[in-house]
């Protein structure tokens, strides 16, 4: 991330932008699909409900049929 100066952090956020923040986690799943690490499905939409990713989800639900019931709309304004 250095490398395309990105800043980066495990323990504090920054002011600095673009961050990421890297939080380690005890156990990773990891699937494989055509000799390529990705992450479960079952997974992702937990993770998308827990950082209310509505547009994921609706477009995860289009691609899949989860019956997520999920939708979402920008509402732009001029204020």
């Known amino acids: 991330m250095k490398k395309y ?3 980066f952090s495990s323990q504090e956020i920054t002011e600095e932008r ?3 923040c890297i ?3 005890k156990t990773f799943k990891i699937v494989e699909n055509n000799n ?3 992450m479960p499905l079952s997974e992702l939409v937990l993770w ?3 950082l209310h990713l509505e547009n994921i989800l ?3 639900d289009s691609l899949y049929n989860l019956n997520l019931r999920e939708k979402y ?3 732009k304004t001029n204020v």
């Open 5 to 7: 100066n990105i800043a």
């Open 58 to 60: 609706e477009h995860l």
């Open 36 to 38: 390529l690490p990705v």
């Open 48 to 50: 998308c409900k827990e």
């Open 73 to 75: 709309s920008e509402i």
């Open 18 to 20: 673009p961050l990421i």
């Open 23 to 25: 939080i380690p986690k």
